[in-house]
């Protein structure tokens, strides 16, 4: 059984990994990005269950509080590039390119 | 009552940005007082640090919360550096913001709390503290690199340093994971022992998720393949925010990965090979960077990729006979204290909203403002490791660490990639000393920088006398 969650949870990673690497809009990207997350969420639970001990559950808790704080971040990045490009395609930002 | 002693420097940090948030509500503090105010809190809590007495390994939770943290003299100079470089960077704001706009009463109390979450990360010895502290100073440092919410260049720089930050981020949570599979347990000695039990070979979960946290730390520490993002994130952040993310994010990353090469001869000898080679790619691919630039700022950072593969040499020799964390320490403190005095000196000098960052701008500073000129020589000089310098010191501790270990290519690489970054640190003395002055350099009245600059280019000199026991 384990293997089955252990392989969705690496397979929704490969998901989160693809889209930001081939999406160019910043919401996407920072969705992809939970989306990673929240498949290690799922890993720590499983194997938690594997191994029969609770550090995986407190782990995957620990994540979510820490995505939830990422994400308000993310957002107030997102509304201020918005009010100052009026797009959010992440091309359109090239002032420091070295 | 000894475990609260341990982290009692932890508690004045927190403790202090809470002040500071409180405080920056009333309208009776302004931007003086709330300056001093942060500087004495890193002084305060430098202190607290040095008068803990900390020697051999202590676990200060041992019993309550399954050996989260670890306390050792390493932990306790390595947070020494970082309080330090908390203290410089707060007083390079003090003066940076006389002149430049953006400057919100939150500042400060940003900056103490990506200490906070340094000081835990240095000691660290379990993957769910570990990611907590990760957060708690990355989260910090996100939001003081785009609080000026006028500027779009903040914007741009913040929105690639969160984006890469939390993709580094999640690699992490997912090599956890991986690691938490392969060994059953999250703290780092449990992890040793079963890799000095059975090896990382047999292990195949243990190996996929080892490369996935090593990846994270490698763009934390901005090494070879992930140190693209530090020229640009460093260029668009204030200058005060770029000193303290160059010598303190630096000085915590390295100290974690340190704790955890350190715990037995197995884990570092997995690490080995790859940590050879990215030291020596990380060296060059930075010291390329750095040759193009034209501005300071930009150059620095780079500079800062070509350090971050000395301190990869360093921790390939770790371990080895004869050689602790302290020439890693060392090399820390003799960066640091090089790079908070330049970018200290160019928080006065910079001018109003960073006029003067490339070069050129510091044509003839020396016929103008002589003893600037010559602190920021001295900060360059130990940068390219010129003795009698801490910079010289350091990178020697780290070359005779490497020749110990047996790796005597990495060592002469080493002198090598030294010897190429003299072009570009004394590209801009020879700026300074052999061009005629086009500007007069004006700078705000009644700040503390040029103190600080004197201070930090004595601390150069200082810090080389300290014995290092190889």
């Not at chain 2, 009776?28 to 430098?46: N, P």
Request: a neutral charge.
């Amino acid at each position: 059984m384990i293997e089955h969650y252990l392989s969705l949870s690496v397979l929704l990673f490969c998901l989160g990994v693809l889209g930001v690497i081939s999406r160019r809009n910043v919401f996407v990207v920072f969705m992809s990005i939970e989306l990673m997350l929240n498949a290690a969420n799922l890993g720590f639970v499983a194997v938690a269950r594997l191994h029969q001990s609770m550090d995986g559950h407190v782990l995957a808790l620990m994540v979510m509080a820490v995505a939830a704080a990422e994400a308000a971040l993310a957002l107030a990045v997102v509304i201020l590039l918005h009010k100052h490009k009026g797009n959010l395609d992440t091309n359109i930002f090239s002032l420091l390119k070295g | 009552m000894f475990d609260v002693m341990v982290i009692l420097p932890l508690a004045a940090t927190g403790a202090g940005a809470i002040l500071i948030m409180l405080v920056a509500a009333f309208e009776t503090f302004r931007r003086e007082g709330i300056s001093i105010l942060g500087m004495g809190l890193f002084a305060f809590a430098f202190f607290i640090q040095l008068t803990v007495d900390n020697s051999g390994d202590i676990y200060p939770f041992a019993e309550v919360f399954n050996g989260m943290l670890v306390a050792n003299t390493f932990t306790k100079v390595a947070g020494l550096i970082i309080l330090a470089c908390g203290f410089f960077s707060a007083l390079a704001a003090q003066t940076y913001f006389t002149q430049n706009k953006g400057f919100v009463l939150e500042f400060y109390c940003m900056l103490l709390f990506a200490a906070f979450g340094m000081l835990l990360l240095t000691m660290v010895a379990e993957l769910i503290t570990l990611f907590i502290a990760l957060e708690i100073m990355s989260l910090a440092v996100y939001t003081l690199v785009g609080y000026d919410r006028h500027s779009v260049v903040r914007a741009e720089a913040v929105l690639k340093y969160l984006m890469l930050g939390a993709f580094a981020g999640a690699f992490y949570v997912m090599g956890a994971v991986l690691v938490y599979a392969g060994t059953g347990s999250t703290s780092f000695a449990a992890i040793g022992a079963v890799v000095a039990d059975s090896g990382y070979l047999s292990n195949p979960a243990l190996v996929g998720g080892s490369f996935l946290i090593l990846f994270a730390f490698l763009f934390k520490a901005a090494a070879f393949p992930f140190h693209a993002w530090v020229i640009d994130v460093y260029d668009g952040a204030p200058l005060p925010v770029t000193a303290f993310m160059a010598t303190a994010v630096k000085t915590s990353i390295f100290a974690v990965l340190a704790n955890f090469l350190l715990i037995n001869p197995e884990v570092h000898q997995g690490w080995v090979t790859f940590l050879f080679y990215l030291s020596i790619l990380t060296m060059f691919a930075g010291n390329l960077i750095a040759i193009g630039q034209q501005n300071l700022k930009r150059m620095l950072a780079a500079s800062g990729i070509v350090h971050t593969g000395y301190l990869l040499i360093a921790l390939v020799a770790l371990g080895s006979e004869r050689f602790s964390g302290g020439a890693i320490l060392f090399y820390l403190a003799a960066y640091g204290v090089a790079t908070l005095g330049l970018f200290v000196a160019l928080s006065y000098l910079s001018g109003q909203d960073e006029r003067r960052v490339s070069f050129d701008d510091f044509r003839g500073l020396a016929k103008v403002r002589p003893y600037s000129a010559a602190c920021i020589a001295i900060f360059l000089l130990s940068m390219a490791g010129i003795p009698p310098t801490a910079g010289f010191m350091g990178k020697f501790y780290i070359i005779a660490g490497a020749f110990q270990a047996g790796h005597a290519v990495l060592a002469v690489l080493g002198i090598v990639s030294s010897i190429l970054s003299l072009w570009y640190y004394l590209r801009l003395i020879i700026v300074m000393y052999f061009r005629e002055p086009e500007q007069r350099f004006e700078v705000a009245e009644l700040t503390l920088a040029p103190l600080g600059t004197i201070v930090l280019a004595v601390c150069v000199f200082a810090i080389s006398f300290y014995p290092v026991v190889l």
